[in-house]
């Protein structure tokens, strides 16, 4: 596992919400420890917007060869991203901001 926060940048507009990747080097990486952490994320997040925060989970997903794990938020400030992380005991490692989303977002059959 790599240690610490290793990119923060934040939202220079905060009157509209961005999508944020954290990410998590994990060497135990498995179905049952994803559905752990998307859980444990989803908690947090709705533990935060309870608080006032806006942050929603949109997303998680792995690749065990790798060792890596990843959520997309979508959130008005990394700072939120980075709290919501902590509630759900998995301090962000790397945090990306301004994530774009390709076409097939959201999943067909999905209402915008």
């Known amino acids: 596992m790599r240690p610490g926060v ?66 997309m938020f979508s959130a008005y400030s990394a700072d939120c991203v980075v709290q919501t992380c902590k509630q759900a005991s998995m301090p962000v490692e790397r945090l990306s901001s301004d994530v774009l989303l390709g076409s097939t977002w959201p999943p067909e059959g999905r209402p915008e």
Not at 23 to 44: C, G, H, I, K, N
């Open 6 to 71: 290793r990119n923060v940048k934040t939202v220079s507009n905060e009157s509209q919400p961005s999508c944020f990747l954290a990410e998590w080097y994990r060497p135990d990486v498995t179905s049952r420890t994803m559905e752990a952490t998307a859980a444990a994320l989803q908690t947090a997040a709705a533990a935060m917007r309870a608080k006032g925060m806006q942050v929603r989970l949109l997303m998680t997903l792995a690749v065990p060869a790798d060792e890596v794990m990843y959520a």
